[in-house]
């Protein structure tokens, strides 16, 4: 069994349905990076599953339905949004920011241990740790979103498009983090990226997703060598 099984999800806004019956697996450690065009619902397939917004279909993970659960019990039972615009708390600080992502934990020691830590693989954070995460450049402010997103510990890490306004040089940094994160600790990814060169390259499955519907999935190898994809995503 997967870490997260997805089956005939459902969701919209208002009257307005947006995803048509995704389905799609992440298993523990894997990193799968969800592809699709603009409005092909990449982000409302992560709100869904962040428990942001309603939805009908099967969310299982780790063996258990998520349907109905709170935002914050999903974090609690392990999954953990970086959302799209990053969604850090502006006015607050770097440490604060870091601690609001901790804020389910109980575990002092270990909760200051972990800051320590994320500041340690992002310099800039504990150098800025004081200052308003609103004052931050855009390439820190998303470092400080994967960061505090880390801060519960998550098993499973859902990015929504990290790359988004970020220079290349900062982009290739942010991309080498997130492999080095699911390679020393295990934790799985499931990413929605534009770049789809960048994606492809951490990747170890692909999920395509067009107007509400996955109509492909596979390993990465296989997308590569798809012409079609290659035409549509990889700009050749
Ligand atoms: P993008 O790359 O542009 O973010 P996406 O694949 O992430 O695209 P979504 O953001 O999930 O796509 O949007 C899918 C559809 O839902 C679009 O048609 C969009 O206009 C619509 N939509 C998104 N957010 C809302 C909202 N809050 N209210 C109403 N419609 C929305």
Redesign the pocket.
């Known amino acids: 069994m997967s870490l997260l099984e997805v089956t005939g999800l459902t969701a919209?806004?208002?009257p307005?349905r947006?995803?048509h019956g995704i389905d799609l697996t992440v298993d523990d450690g894997e990193v799968v990076v969800?592809l699709?065009?603009?409005?092909?619902?990449?982000?409302?397939?992560?709100?869904a599953l962040a428990g942001a917004?309603p939805h009908q279909g099967s969310i299982v993970f780790d063996g258990a339905p998520l349907t109905g659960l709170r935002p914050d019990t999903i974090v609690g039972r392990g999954i953990s949004l970086v959302p799209?615009g990053r969604g850090t708390f502006s006015h607050l600080s770097v440490l604060e920011n870091l601690r609001v992502g901790a804020a389910r934990r109980r575990d002092k020691a270990e909760i200051a241990a972990d800051i320590d830590r994320w500041c340690e693989v992002f310099p800039r954070l504990r150098e800025r740790s004081g200052q308003e995460a609103g004052t931050l450049s855009g390439g820190e402010q998303q470092m400080l979103a994967v960061a505090r997103a880390l801060m519960s510990r998550p098993r499973l890490l859902l990015c929504?498009?990290p790359s988004l306004g970020l220079a290349p040089v900062i982009v290739a940094e942010l991309f080498r983090t997130l492999a080095e994160i699911n390679r020393e600790q295990g934790t799985a990814l499931l990413l929605?990226e534009?770049n789809a060169e960048l994606a492809l390259g951490i990747a170890d499955r692909v999920h395509l997703?067009e107007v509400?519907r996955v109509v492909a999935a596979g390993p990465v190898a296989e997308f590569r060598d798809n012409e079609s994809v290659r035409r549509a995503y990889l700009g050749d």
């Not at 065009?37 to 397939?45: D, E, Q, R, S």
Request: aromatic share 4%; charged share 15%; no cysteine.
């Open positions: 919209g806004y208002g307005a947006v995803l969800v699709g065009a603009n409005g092909a619902g990449k982000t409302t397939t992560m709100r917004i799209q929504d498009e929605v534009q997703l509400g």
